[in-house]
């Protein structure tokens, strides 16, 4: 059968399984699905499908498996180093339907989901039905999926306080490409999805795959206590050597949930300057001073030596600080009024902090490129995620080659160093490859084997040339 | 294309998907299609590969950019400002080239056919305009200190109808001074301009200026919010001056005024926002007052309000030309369950466009048990009759 009669029959079949009004192979949507907001190059699917149910999404993956047909899963596909696209054409597999809320259990603080709910509806959710319990947000635009958030080890405004999101996990259900629906953690054996613990913890193997194994089409994850008083803290010092130090004892306080770093050429007053934001909420006022005080008792001897020191904020400034997600990222792609940035966001031991600041600017100095530096801590200081943000104007082919190549040259440095790239463009995952333990390798390419004989999921990521 | 120098400044982030409290998706297209392509950056994005000529003008491209209802979600929720001001105009200008390539979907051919030729949407005859009123005792303008403006759907459709005369009676009771142009004015156009067709739009405008003025019109209560968005907003451009009030704002000093003499059973009432009072106008207190001013109310907002109101479906020139479907994403049917979680047994409405389409969907989702679509004075109007 031709390719092309091949794909009008699967599209007649998918048509079957979703409904028509939930299949495209109409140019439009081959367009629009070909590219996301970053840098990578367009790489068109054959066929759009937005399925509503698991249901759905096991007969698809039957299907595809049969006919050899990759499938690509997307969320909201803001992942911005192209990991979403068709990179051998095939179908996406566009999750928002999928955005039911299936459980918040109050008590033992996990929520139920479909994969494709949205940060943005749970926030609202739990604000409306739970206001005493949040979850974990990334500063990602609210529409981003908990799902796609969680299988790339997203992190968010309780990072500091527990970790990575794929640390949040307590259970996955799954469409394995041969069309098997998996429970994997606790729902596996229970009807309570409390955690991954104590059965072998193959949620594993769907975190940081880039959807290279599995279809996600329900997770819990966990949630935490909602303070109702809340405030931000930004210390502010010129001297990178010092942050790893300052980090180090602001989070052993374990009083924040939050700590990010921030270092810009705009506005002006803040150029030169490394800012430490440091978020916290409490259930009383004389709570939040209390944690107020640990925090600014832990680094008191670098503001008495006058290195550093805490930024007076007055309440109606802090507004923006304490937004969750931060609108103001998302803002970064309009400073070259061209409606694009990209990110390296680094994996790292935090005290590479002032070589990976010094690398930044280097950088972006030698390319002229916008640029907005930063970091996430993850944990007790355990790691942070430290992000290069190239700004570029995508009607500008060599501005966008610009940022490209800042990118680029950015995933080899941090490589270089000791870090490693999240979330890393086709590209960059090949740079992590090369200098990854070749039985590591080996090792992924088995199990990619075992549960993806036919290599359909999201072919071309997480492959060698 | 005008405003083709902002296309590629989209991000494609997706806050204008959403509204601001991100609970569910208000892209009222995008809610009915769910492909990206009908979102406010999709479209950003298919418009720039169509001007690039890496798209062409297929019948699903034409159908996307007119499946925008200018709700105004996007303008409201997009998070570059400047740049969001500029987002609709963006979208109109799509579609005006559309429709000056003689290239859009049938259902628009058609309605803006019967612009053209009738003065209405409908295709209906010009001199049947003021049907609704015939068993009534209005005027026709002259020296009134305001023109009632029925607008479109006031004027041919059987339930636009029975509002119309709603507010007229409520208007005449409380005393207000106004007339009408029945068979001597044609359409305000705010659809045709929506849709694109700009120089039917100006033609339109002028027909009806040039009556405002052989008369000395100086103040225009319009029953339909579009029409207060068109005479008020648009009519300037082409030399119409006049003071404009959407009939809730003439109402609503005076019925917060009157007095009560018995009381009446309790109405659980919830309010669904007109795009063209709220978002687009900043209009969303006098229907507000309307509701919490008459004896028995007892208001309760849905999820969605004021600025995040999800809007109906019915903007656009969609009301006409149906693009948006009647599946159960449809925008009226999602509002409807909303209003319905609520637990309100009525949905008021200020505009007859709201009215229809949200009855429709009410049908469509067989709440009719649960829920009961009203427009604003005929609930006041029920109430005064109780209470007084
Ligand atoms: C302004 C901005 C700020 C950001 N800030 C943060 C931040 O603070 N923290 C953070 O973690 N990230 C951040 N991000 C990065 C990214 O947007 C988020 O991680 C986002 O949550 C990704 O979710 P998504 O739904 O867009 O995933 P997508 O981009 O759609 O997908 C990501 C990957 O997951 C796979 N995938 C998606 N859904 C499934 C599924 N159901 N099953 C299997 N695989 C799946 C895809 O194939 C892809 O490989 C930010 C991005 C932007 C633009
Ligand atoms: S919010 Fe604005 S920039 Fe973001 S996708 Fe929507 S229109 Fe584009
Ligand atoms: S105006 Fe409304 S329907 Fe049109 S793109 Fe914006 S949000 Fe969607």
């Known amino acids: 059968m031709s390719g092309v009669s091949l794909m009008k029959e699967i599209v007649e079949k998918l048509v079957k399984i979703v409904g ?42 039957i299907l595809a498996n049969r006919d050899e047909i990759p499938v690509v899963p997307l969320g909201a596909g803001l992942v911005l180093s192209g990991l979403s696209r068709a990179l051998k054409g095939g179908i996406i597999l566009d999750m928002k339907r999928m955005n039911r809320i299936l459980e918040v259990n109050e008590t033992s603080r996990y929520a139920v989901v479909e994969a494709g709910t949205s940060q943005g509806m749970l926030q609202a959710y739990l604000k409306k039905h739970h206001p005493n319990l949040k979850h974990s947000a990334p500063d990602a635009p609210p529409v981003a999926t908990i799902a796609g958030n969680v299988s790339i080890h997203g992190s968010g405004h309780l990072s500091h306080a ?54 996600i089409t329900k997770l819990a994850i966990k949630l935490y206590p909602n303070y109702k008083y809340n405030d931000v803290g930004i210390f502010v010092t010129e001297e990178a050597q010092l942050i790893p130090d300052i980090l180090h004892r602001m989070t052993g306080t374990q009083v924040a949930e939050d700590m990010t770093t921030w270092m810009t050429p705009k506005p002006d007053w803040a150029r030169g300057f490394l800012h430490c934001d440091i978020n916290f909420g409490a259930n009383t006022k004389d ?108 009607a500008d082919p060599a501005d966008v080659e610009r940022a490209q190549k800042a990118l680029e040259e950015t995933n080899r440095i941090v490589v270089d160093m000791g870090g490693i790239p999240w979330k890393a463009e086709a590209p960059a995952q090949k740079e992590i490859i090369r200098k990854m333990d070749p039985n590591m390798f080996d090792l992924m390419n088995r199990i990619r084997a075992v549960l993806d004989p036919k290599g359909i999921m999201n072919p071309g990521n997480w492959e060698e040339d | 294309m005008q405003y083709e120098e902002i296309l590629h400044r989209c991000f494609r982030c997706g806050y204008c998907k959403l509204p601001g409290n991100y609970i569910d998706f208000n892209c009222p297209a995008y809610l009915a299609f769910c492909f990206e392509t009908y979102s406010p950056g999709g479209r950003m994005w298919l418009l720039r590969a169509w001007l690039d000529k890496k798209i062409e003008t297929t019948d699903r491209f034409q159908e996307i950019l007119f499946s925008c209802v200018n709700c105004g979600n996007c303008v409201e929720q997009c998070t570059f400002p400047k740049f969001k001001d500029q987002l609709l105009l963006a979208f109109m200008a799509g579609k005006e080239e559309l429709v000056n390539a003689g290239k859009v979907p049938p259902a628009v051919r058609d309605c803006l056919t019967n612009y053209q030729h009738h003065g209405n949407p409908y295709g209906f005859a010009r001199k049947k305009r003021h049907g609704w009123a015939e068993d009534l005792e209005v005027d026709r303008f002259s020296e009134h200190e305001y023109l009632f403006f029925p607008g479109d759907v006031g004027s041919y459709d059987s339930r636009g109808q029975e509002i119309c005369r709603s507010v007229a009676r409520l208007l005449k009771a409380n005393g207000i001074s106004f007339g009408i142009f029945g068979a001597d004015e044609v ?11 700009t120089e039917l739009f100006r033609y339109l405008a002028e027909e009806n200026i040039k009556t405002f003025n052989a008369s000395q019109v100086k103040k225009i209560i319009t029953l339909s919010p579009h029409a207060y968005n068109a005479i008020k907003n648009d009519y300037l451009q082409f030399g ?75 903007g656009g020139g969609n009301f006409f030309t149906d693009i948006l479907g009647r599946g159960a994403n449809n925008p009226a049917r999602a509002r409807i369950r909303e209003a319905a979680e609520t637990a309100a047994e009525v949905l008021a409405v200020a505009c007859p466009l709201c009215a229809v389409v949200l009855e429709d969907a009410v049908k469509a989702e067989r709440l009719d048990e649960r829920i009961e679509v009203k427009e604003i004075s005929e609930i006041a109007n029920e109430i005064l009759d109780k209470a007084n």
């Not at chain 1, 469409?175 to 594993?204: H, Q």
């Not at chain 2, 359409?187 to 067709?197: F, H, I, L, R, Y």
């Not at chain 2, 900043?282 to 509701?291: D, F, K």
Request: charged share 20%.
């Open chain 1, 20 to 61: 028509a009004e939930f299949v495209s192979d109409q140019p439009e949507e081959r367009y629009i699905y070909s590219m996301d907001p970053g840098t990578m190059p367009p790489r068109e699917p054959d066929i759009v499908v937005i399925p509503g149910t698991s249901e759905e999404v096991r007969q698809i993956m």
């Open chain 1, 287 to 394: 709570e939040l001073i209390w944690k107020r005080n640990l925090i600014r008792a832990s680094v008191q001897e670098y503001i008495d030596q006058k290195v550093a020191g805490f930024m007076p904020l007055p309440p109606a400034m802090k507004q923006p600080f304490l937004e969750v997600p931060a609108r103001t990222l998302s803002r970064f792609a309009d400073v070259r009024r061209g409606g694009g940035f990209e990110y390296v966001g680094a994996i790292m031991p935090v005290d590479l902090f002032p070589e990976a600041y010094k690398v930044g600017l280097e950088i972006a100095d030698s390319l002229n490129v916008n640029y907005s530096l930063g970091s996430r801590i993850i944990g007790v200081n355990h790691c942070m995620m430290f992000f290069y943000a190239y700004a570029f104007n995508r």
């Open chain 2, 240 to 314: 119409g001056q006049y003071q404009v009030f959407h009939y809730a704002q003439i109402l609503a000093p005076i019925i917060k005024q009157q007095t009560y003499k018995s009381d009446v059973p309790p109405m659980r009432v919830t309010y669904h926002d007109s795009c063209y009072l709220g978002r687009h106008n900043g209009e969303y207190w006098s229907a507000r007052t309307i509701l919490s001013s008459l004896p028995g109310i007892q208001f309760v907002e849905m999820d969605r309000n004021m600025q995040n109101a999800l809007c109906c479906g019915g």
């Open chain 2, 187 to 197: 359409s305000d156009g705010n659809e045709v301009n929506a849709m694109g067709e």
């Open chain 1, 162 to 215: 527990a970790g990575f999101h794929s640390d949040m996990l307590n259970g996955l259900e799954v469409v394995l490409p041969t069309g098997e629906v998996a429970r994997i953690g606790s729902c596996a054996t229970s009807p309570y999805w409390f955690s991954r613990a104590p059965l072998p913890d193959l949620a594993g193997l769907f975190l940081g795959w880039a959807g290279t194994t599995g279809v």
